[in-house]
């Protein structure tokens, strides 16, 4: 299956789903891939937290003028990608929405092959997030070589 658009997904869509999504628009794709980030609960839009948008910025990364938007229904297509942080935040998916596509709604270390999920670092320290970042790091560069593969 060739995707056109990937959506990472974390609880809040500050700080984890943005970082994947950013992470993964740095690397060469063989084709294009509208890639997004949101969030399962958004009250209300929010930029990328600070400690996020830190670690981002010191690695190269900015996503100027990003603000969170919620997961909805027409999100569910064919051709998309959800990417997900953990198990927890799958299960909320298929709870919420109608119009999942079961088999396109995927763990993202589950999906590339590793075994811990990506810890949420929401309330610690910049620390946390810099790991956080590692571990999306690593995680995002096998997508992205399995993405160029089929």
Same mark, same amino acid.
């Given at each position: 299956?060739?995707?056109?658009?990937?959506?990472?997904?974390?609880?809040?869509?500050?700080?984890?789903?943005?970082?994947?999504?950013?992470?993964?628009?740095?690397?060469? &794709?063989?084709?294009?891939?509208? $890639?997004?980030?949101?969030?399962?609960?958004?009250?209300?839009?929010?930029? &990328?937290?600070?400690?996020?948008?830190?670690?981002?910025?010191?690695?190269? $990364?900015?996503?100027?003028?990003?603000?969170?938007?919620?997961?909805?229904?027409?999100?569910?297509?064919?051709?998309?990608?959800?990417?997900?942080?953990?198990?927890?935040?799958?299960?909320?998916?298929?709870?919420?929405?109608?119009?999942?596509?079961?088999?396109?709604?995927?763990?993202?270390?589950?999906?590339?092959?590793?075994?811990?999920? $990506?810890?949420?670092?929401?309330?610690? *320290?910049?620390?946390?997030?810099?790991?956080?970042?590692? *571990?999306?790091?690593?995680?995002?560069?096998?997508?992205?070589?399995? &993405?160029?593969?089929?």
């Amino acid at each position: 299956m060739k995707y056109k658009k990937i959506i990472f997904v974390d609880n809040a869509g500050n700080s984890r789903a943005p970082m994947a999504a950013g992470l993964l628009k740095e690397c060469t &794709l063989k084709q294009p891939i509208d $890639i997004q980030a949101r969030g399962i609960v958004v009250l209300f839009p929010e930029p &990328l937290n600070q400690k996020a948008e830190a670690v981002l910025i010191s690695n190269g $990364i900015t996503l100027d003028h990003y603000m969170s938007s919620q997961l909805e229904e027409e999100d569910f297509a064919h051709d998309t990608l959800i990417i997900v942080m953990e198990g927890s935040d799958k299960q909320k998916i298929f709870d919420l929405f109608k119009s999942v596509i079961p088999e396109n709604v995927q763990i993202l270390t589950e999906l590339v092959g590793e075994e811990l999920e $990506i810890m949420n670092p929401y309330g610690g *320290t910049l620390q946390a997030y810099g790991l956080c970042y590692e *571990t999306l790091s690593r995680s995002v560069k096998k997508l992205a070589a399995m &993405l160029h593969n089929l």
